[in-house]
């Protein structure tokens, strides 16, 4: 009799133990899932706004460049004008 027990015991812990551990995989895995599109979500997000930041920067660096112009060319028509 208990030549069985140190199989027995054992068997039911390990048994125990993979119950425990797969339903914890489980989780675990769509977790990571959760995280992973939560992750993917947040880059979109990261690229779009970084885009439209470019976008305005582009649009700004444009005017500031016409109005820019625009001073030099009143600059030039004014020592012409001298």
């Not at 990571?32 to 660096?61: G, I, L, P, S, T």
């Amino acid at each position: 009799m208990k030549k069985w027990m140190y199989l027995i015991f054992p068997g039911l812990m390990l048994a125990g133990f993979l119950a425990i551990y797969m339903s914890f995989s489980k989780d675990a895995e769509l977790r990571e899932k959760a995280r992973a599109a939560e992750v993917e979500k947040k880059q979109k997000d990261d690229k779009q706004k970084k885009d439209e930041a470019e976008e305005k920067a582009k649009k700004d660096a444009l005017e500031r460049q016409a109005t820019r112009e625009a001073d030099e060319a009143k600059k030039e028509a004014d020592k012409a004008a001298k």
